[in-house]
């Protein structure tokens, strides 16, 4: 198993690394990629020095399967010439995201729909994988109707930069900026560009992506989208209609019993998830259930997943294991 990680240097590359590592994913052969001008750096992993390489000399290796997560331009250049020279890529980007020749994969919930002819699989939006795996269980118990989501998202979702512009402008220094306002004690609710209906594309991700992977255009999402100063994940207030009633006790069972998700739901003992303590984790985290009292079969809920994590890293690596496990490489 040759597995090339492509933007190896970049802050999901990084954790993309790490997960691998947890995972004790089986490859035998590491190829770390990045553009040209990271060629030639040296990345420490577990112990041992690689030397960055280019995507020329990566296509030329062919990989079994590369996980890229270096940008839609780099993406949509260049996973089609590792697809043809036989490499599975499952790309973070949003290039092939909506295309309907190309799968976009939640593995929990729709891996199975996975061959061996997909040759680039696109991973997601980081804000839409941690609400479609929560809602799961639920939507095949009572269907769902219409998603209402609002979310407070991390600026790690913008990458090591706007880290950096966060921490400068906490510690008094001039930022390099980042964003079109300061982002310490500031909440801006815009993430990605405005479209010409009002609405961010990053919200516009979680409507059509949603429907997507539910496989489901005739459930009614809408979503605002929203940037806040903390690292650590994103974080979802969502209200949820269903097609029919519902139990309280069963939504907790359910949840519960679904792989991936863990209820910290305990409001007498202050427990709800965070992103202070999603950090690092692999898991969605779910709490604050309740019912919405102001309409029927409706449900309140707030979702939290470190958006490096199951929002990218976690769900590319989990893909590429689903493919080894199922031979489709
Ligand atoms: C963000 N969803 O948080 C993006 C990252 N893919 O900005």
Redesign the pocket.
């Known amino acids: 198993m040759k597995l090339a990680v492509v933007g190896a240097t970049g802050l999901v590359g990084s954790e993309i690394l790490e997960v691998l590592d947890e995972h004790h994913f089986p490859y035998d052969e590491l190829l770390l990629v990045a553009s040209e001008r990271s060629v030639g750096k040296q990345i420490e992993f577990k112990s041992k020095t690689f030397t960055v390489i280019g995507l020329e000399e990566a296509v030329a290796a062919k990989p079994h399967i590369a996980i890229f997560s270096a940008g839609g331009g780099t993406s949509l250049e260049w996973a089609p010439k590792f697809a043809a020279v036989g490499t599975t890529v499952v790309d973070n980007s949003s290039a092939w995201r909506m295309d309907p020749t190309k799968k976009l994969v939640v593995p929990e919930i729709n891996a199975k729909e996975l061959s061996a002819g997909d040759k680039i699989i696109a991973n997601p ?3 839409t994988i941690q609400m479609v795996l929560a809602l799961e269980p639920l939507r095949q118990r009572y269907g769902i109707k219409r998603i209402v989501v609002s979310t407070y ?2 600026v790690t ?2 990458g090591k930069a706007a880290v950096d512009q966060m921490m400068a402008e906490r510690a008094g220094e001039e930022p390099e900026m980042v964003y079109p306002y300061k982002i310490d004690m500031n909440v801006l609710p815009h ?2 560009v405005f479209q010409p209906n009002g609405y961010t594309k ?1 919200e516009m991700k979680m409507i059509n992506e949603t429907k997507k992977i539910f496989g489901d255009d005739s459930i009614a999402v809408t979503a605002t989208t929203v940037r806040i100063p903390t690292i650590g994940g ?1 974080s979802e207030s969502v209200n949820v209609e269903f097609k029919q009633d519902f139990d309280m006790d069963e939504v907790r069972k359910l949840l519960s019993e679904t792989p991936g998700v863990v209820v910290q739901d305990d409001p007498a003992n202050l427990l709800y998830p965070m992103p202070i303590t999603a950090h690092k984790r692999d898991e969605v985290f779910v709490g604050r259930l309740r019912r919405d009292e102001s309409q029927p079969n409706t449900l309140n809920m707030w979702i939290v997943a470190d ?1 490096l994590r199951k929002g ?1 890293a976690t769900n590319a690596v989990q893909i590429a294991e689903y493919l080894i496990a199922e031979g489709l490489v």
């Open positions: 939006n980081c804000s998202q991390s979702g913008t993430i990605d990053e994103h958006n990218a």
